[in-house]
């Protein structure tokens, strides 16, 4: 418990800084060594199941993607990169099916071959794109805002999922892969993240305001970039 609390300590103001101060480049950069390693926990978890995942091409693929969001990154208009990036993403998705399967065909033993892609090209998609994604959000108007709201809630769920879990947690709810993580914790976890997420969206104007007042955001990075008409109708949806 005191290792969580002193990387939370150390790691919180650092993550905090690079979400509302630093360049989109740098956003991109940390985020592309993020998804790096988040890629490589799941493509391990996936040989849990006895699946053999093409681990060097997945690396590969997403490098390279996340090397050419920050080059592109900062190069358009905001409003106006978010259609290119859309169709980069489904374009990437779709290639990297095809990249991994052909690869996968060349090993002896094909039935390991298309699981084998399949993770790939899963791990891609459920971890790569979402995590890309957040550097387009970042360069939108109230993108460090909305980000910050997304940390936000899902550090909430996570203190409440740990200590309830502990607490009074007990029924598992994946013994082989997480031991202690419990369906009371998981319970705990959405209700604090509505709670939290609730709240800060109806002070969100006054958080915005206290963030640009310390200097921590810029004015379009806040909920005021939502005064923008272009932006007006998403906030029907």
């Not at 039935?111 to 891609?124: D, L, R, V």
């Not at 800060?200 to 958080?207: F, K, M, N, P, T």
């Amino acid at each position: 418990m005191i290792k969580r609390i002193a990387t939370a300590v150390v790691l919180i103001p650092i993550v905090l800084l690079l979400v509302l101060r630093a360049p989109v480049f740098l956003v991109a950069i940390v985020t592309g060594a993020v998804a790096l390693v988040t890629v490589h926990e799941f493509l391990k978890l996936t040989e849990a199941y006895g699946v053999q995942p093409l681990r060097k091409p997945t690396y590969g693929f997403v490098a390279l993607f996340f090397l050419l969001l920050v080059i592109n990154v900062g190069q358009e208009k905001p409003l106006l990169s978010t259609d290119f990036f859309g169709i980069a993403a489904a374009f990437a998705a779709a290639i990297a099916t095809f990249v991994f399967l052909t690869i996968a065909m060349r090993r002896e033993s094909l039935a390991t071959g298309y699981p084998g892609a399949a993770a790939s090209a899963f791990g891609f998609a459920y971890v790569a794109l979402p995590l890309a994604m957040l550097v387009q959000l970042r360069q939108q108007w109230a993108g460090a805002f909305l980000i910050l709201y997304l940390l936000l809630v899902v550090w909430a769920g996570d203190i409440f999922a740990y200590f309830v879990g502990r607490s009074v947690g007990r029924h598992l709810m994946a013994p082989r892969i997480s031991p202690k993580k419990t369906w009371e914790g998981a319970a705990a976890s959405m209700i604090a993240s509505l709670m939290i997420g609730g709240g800060i969206l109806y002070y969100s104007a006054s958080v915005s305001t206290a963030l640009l007042g310390w200097g921590l955001i810029a004015r379009r990075d806040g909920m005021f970039g939502l005064e923008r008409p272009a932006l007006l109708p998403l906030l029907a949806l």
